[in-house]
Structures are given as C-alpha cells and as structure tokens.
C-alpha cells in the first residue's frame, strides 16, 4: 500500500510541477507590481493578462518553430530538484521588480507580466535541461 502512496504521490507532484512554478512566477509578479503601482483596475488587470498570454506565446513559437505546431507527447527529462523552480520564478519575480521600479506608467503591466512569463518559461526550460545534464553525466 505504501508504494502504490508513493507512485501516486510522485505522479500528483510530477504533474504539478509546471502549475506550481508558474502560478508562483505570475502571483509574485503580480504583488511585486501591486506594492509599486497600487491595487490594478480592470483594464490593467486585463493588460497583465495579455503580457501573460503574449509572453506565453512567444515562448511557444520559439520551442515549436510557429503557432501553428501541434503539442505532442514529448516531455522534458524532469528530476525532481529540476522542477523546484528557484531560478526560474526567482528571475521572474525580479524581472518584475525591474519593471516595477524603471517603468513608472501603465505599460508596467502588460510588460511586466510579458517578461516574467518569458523569463520564467526560459530559464525553467535551462533548469530541466542542467537537471537531466547532471543526470546523465559521465562519470570520468
């Protein structure tokens, strides 16, 4: 009983692994952008999420080559300690704070939520890839 516990454990943490990091990179860009800017109205709310989306997309069309492409199965080698997500949201969130502090009008909010969606997705993508480095390292 206990190894079907931790088979399912590993699965509910290894399919979380992706909404947990993001959802921390876009919370904390958020808060970062609310201590600076003040509590957003709607149209800036709206704003954050097309930098979001953007950002997101950018992404995308630089790992699948256009919009157009279809997902697949394929997925990373994820290690565990690769998907803890430190540098990745970490950069994210002071991307955040740049912005925050050199961009003093609206704009801070589409741009802000752009860059930590992008910073995030790429330096998370390097995170999963130096995990799988290690991972398969020769040993000389």
């Known amino acids: 009983m206990l190894n079907h516990y931790r088979k399912n454990l590993r699965a509910a943490v290894g399919s979380s692994a992706g909404p947990y990091g993001y ?4 919370w904390t860009t958020g808060a970062v ?25 950018f992404v995308g069309v630089l790992a699948f080559g256009g919009l157009t492409k279809h997902f697949d199965r ?3 080698q994820a290690l565990l300690w690769g998907s803890f997500h430190f540098f990745s949201v970490g950069l994210a969130i002071g991307t955040a ?3 925050a502090y050199y961009v003093q009008s609206f ?7 752009f860059l930590s969606t ?3 997705l790429l330096v998370l993508g390097a995170e999963s890839t130096a995990a799988y480095a290690w991972d398969h390292r020769v040993d000389s």
């Open 23 to 26: 959802t921390l990179a876009t």
């Open 33 to 57: 952008l609310t201590n600076a800017r003040g509590i957003p109205d709607t149209l800036a709310a709206l704003a954050f999420m097309a930098g979001a989306v953007l950002g997101f997309a």
């Open 74 to 76: 394929e997925r990373g």
């Open 97 to 99: 704070a740049l912005v």
């Open 107 to 113: 704009i801070a909010w589409p741009l802000a939520a």
């Open 118 to 120: 992008a910073v995030y």
